[in-house]
């Protein structure tokens, strides 16, 4: 069955402006969570959806927000993007949501250049 | 979640066996040990993960020590494409939420 599909896969976006970006987890999982990957901070958490709502936050600022629509695809947004949010944005797709046995699954990821 | 440690980078021959430790002496009762790898600017892999025994799936093979404080990623026979970062996670069940906590992980480089 197809994986995780985010799009796009690339995008370059002048700081200021906003981006949002697209996941949709694989078929019949109602969990989508975020992640922020950089070099100097490595793999970082940002938020999970599960059933449309946010379950869990990530320490980050709130130009990152998110959303969850019926189907379970999520997307994220980022506002007024500044050079350091320049990173490849991952999203994991899983079963369900409170429980450590099933396992994520994760996409290609979205690489972000912000100039 | 239960910090995790690994060294920072192994070396295995190809065709060997590699094996891949995780220091998580502060694990709880109900977390799990999760294994991921990646490949370059590529999404984390899910390799395998288990809670007390011993698991084995068509990638690797994962030992847990009786007393959960540590564990041994095992990859029968290592090849070129096994080369990546590896992950080792704890990873709690809260009833209404969870998140992967990554560390550094260990850069595996698999050489002729």
């Known amino acids: 069955k197809a994986g995780v599909t985010q799009t796009p896969r690339y995008l370059i976006k002048t700081r200021g402006q906003q981006v949002t970006l697209s996941c949709s987890p694989i078929s019949g999982h109602r969990s989508v969570s975020w992640y922020q990957q950089t070099p100097g901070q490595g793999l970082q958490f940002l938020f999970e959806y599960f059933s449309e709502t946010q379950r869990n936050k990530g320490n980050f600022p709130g130009r990152f927000s998110g959303r969850q629509f019926s189907n379970s695809r999520s997307e994220m947004n980022v506002s007024t993007l500044e050079l350091g949010d320049s990173a490849l944005y991952l999203c994991?797709?899983?079963?369900?949501?409170?429980?450590?046995?099933?396992?994520?699954?994760f996409g290609q990821g979205t690489r972000l250049t912000v100039v | 979640d239960a910090k995790t440690t690994q060294p920072p980078s192994m070396d295995c021959a190809e065709g060997r066996a590699a094996n891949l430790p995780c220091n998580h002496s502060?694990?709880?009762?109900?977390?799990?040990v999760y294994w991921y790898r990646q490949i370059h600017s590529q999404g984390p892999q899910y390799i395998i993960h288990g809670l007390k025994n011993n698991e084995t799936n068509e990638m690797a093979s994962l030992i847990i020590t009786e007393d959960r404080k540590s564990s041994t990623l095992i990859l029968p026979h290592a090849t070129l494409r096994d080369t990546a970062v590896y992950y080792c996670?704890?990873?709690?069940?809260?009833?209404?939420?969870?998140?992967?906590?990554f560390g550094t992980g260990t850069r595996l480089q698999v050489t002729l």
């Open positions: 502060t694990i709880s009762g109900n977390e799990y």
């Open positions: 996670i704890v990873r709690i069940s809260t009833g209404t939420a969870s998140k992967l906590t």
């Open positions: 994991a797709s899983s079963l369900n949501v409170g429980t450590a046995r099933t396992e994520a699954f």
